[in-house]
């Protein structure tokens, strides 16, 4: 049977019409997920050749299934790039990412995630602590003088960007050896996701493809550094073999650096953001978070049930299989919808109410769920813990700068506020906090 002669006939008819690049899906992609997983919970989307998943029992069934369902269609683009683009890449070497992490259901991917798993393992996050609290501060630094020169702060595009990507580079030990100032950092990996979870024209494909090329050039300077420090990511992937001892290519090497520099930081920022903003609207809820960590992380979970920041990834059939009532052939590419599964009600009763108290015991898919699972969960909700408790508290009169919605990004795997413009009415009661 074909896969389109699988799908029930009614269930067919009621399918919902999607476009995961729409300004209106972006803001407000729940009622579409409702009538995905009531109408077609394993739904084929012409535009991308995507197979959306939408409940949550399916796509934890992926998710834990890593042999029919393997991650080989992780990085590619949802979109075909244009020639144009593709040739700036293709001038500084840069086809594609070898298998690494997010994209490796081979046999070298057990290895390389040990390597990560070492680097943030609790104990690593643990002692980083401080450091994080640290670089917070003196971002937040940066914030109240943006508040009190200008009136506003663009959370999504300061404070709470520049905080994830110096951790980072902190953590992988790449401060002294990374050459390049944190915002550039920080616009080459947006400039990334842009381009491949993205549906851009082709000026700015070309716009993009520039970036990404400069980036993927500064990550092979990372990659030929000889003397980084002993407990550094750079080191311990030099002193990684493969299985007939050689070591690993330049272009492995690369790949590794550069799934945790984008994974790292960009969906730390949006979790940070999604959360803030939610907090801010509320108005109730952003003084709960003041200096109080632990109601900080309550937050940050309903967050990641809710509005995931990488809220949709995908596999790739490697059989011919059955989910959700359909079948699909080998090689069938899937979208795992893993915002629309923290919102499906079979799981969590009520998912449209943000209930910080609500005792899922973590249940939420915004880390994933098996062999991929995320390895950076720690790390970002120390993070965004330390984040958002401590901004709350320094500028507890902070608002949204407007009364309208922010925008959201239009990508297909990523979902947050592109801009949240905060004000603060009372400047002065933040005063105090000032370090510098
Ligand atoms: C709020 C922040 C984050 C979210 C929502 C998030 C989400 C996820 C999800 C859903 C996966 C599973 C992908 C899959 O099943 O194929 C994943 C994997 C991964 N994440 Fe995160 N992540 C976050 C932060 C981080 C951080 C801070 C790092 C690194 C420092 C990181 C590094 C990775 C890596 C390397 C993988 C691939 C693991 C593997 O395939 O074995 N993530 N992340």
């Known amino acids: 049977m074909t896969a389109e002669a699988g799908a029930p006939a009614l269930v067919r008819a009621a399918a919902p019409e999607v476009d995961l690049f729409a300004e209106e899906f972006a803001a407000d992609p729940f009622p579409v997920f409702a009538r995905l997983r009531d109408t077609a919970p394993v739904h084929h989307d012409p535009a991308t050749g995507l197979w959306l998943v939408s409940r949550d029992e399916d796509v934890r069934r992926v998710l834990l299934d890593t042999v029919t369902y393997r991650n080989d269609n992780t990085l590619r683009s949802v979109v075909p790039l244009r020639l144009p683009a593709l040739r700036i890449m293709d001038r500084v070497g840069f086809k594609t990412l070898p298998p690494a992490l997010f994209n490796n259901s081979g046999d070298s991917h057990p290895a390389l995630r040990a390597i990560v798993l070492r680097l943030l393992s609790a104990q690593q996050v643990r002692l980083a602590t401080p450091r994080i609290e640290r670089i917070t501060a003196e971002e937040l630094d940066v914030m109240a003088a943006d508040l009190r020169t200008t009136g506003r702060h663009d959370l999504a595009r300061g404070a709470a960007r520049t905080v994830p990507v110096r951790v980072m580079l902190d953590l992988l030990g790449l401060t002294g050896l990374a050459r390049v100032d944190v915002h550039t950092v920080a616009d080459w990996t947006d400039a990334f996701i842009t381009l491949f979870w993205g549906r851009t024209e082709k000026d700015r494909q070309r716009e993009l493809a520039h970036q990404v090329a400069a980036f993927y050039t500064w990550l092979c300077e990372l990659a030929e550094i000889r003397d980084a420090p002993e407990d550094s990511l750079l080191a311990a992937l030099a002193r990684q073999r493969t299985p007939d001892g050689g070591p690993l290519s330049r272009e492995v090497a690369v790949a590794v650096c550069s799934n945790l520099l984008v994974a790292g930081h960009v969906t730390t920022t949006q979790m940070i953001t999604t959360a803030a903003h939610r907090a801010l609207e509320s108005r109730v809820h952003w003084p709960e978070l003041a200096g109080d960590p632990t109601a900080a992380g309550r937050w940050l979970e309903e967050i990641l049930r809710r509005e995931p920041s990488l809220t949709a990834w995908r596999r790739v059939t490697s059989r011919e299989t059955r989910l959700g009532g359909i079948d699909l052939p080998a090689g069938a590419e899937l979208l795992l919808m893993l915002s629309s599964a923290g919102n499906d009600p079979e799981a969590h009763p009520a998912p ?70 905060v004000a603060d009415p009372h400047p002065h009661r933040e005063g105090h906090h000032e370090t510098r």
Not at 379 to 394: I, K, P, Y
Not at 397 to 420: D, H, I, K, Q, T
Request: hydrophobic letters at 35%.
């Open 352 to 421: 449209e109410r943000l209930c910080p108290m609500r005792d899922a015991g973590h249940r939420h898919l915004g880390f994933g769920l098996g062999r991929h699972r995320c390895p950076g969960a720690e790390l970002a909700r120390v993070e965004g813990r330390v984040f958002l408790s401590a901004c709350a508290d320094r500028f507890p009169g902070l608002r949204p700068a407007s009364p309208e919605p922010p925008p959201f990004l239009r990508l297909v795997s990523f979902r947050a506020p592109a801009r949240l413009d």
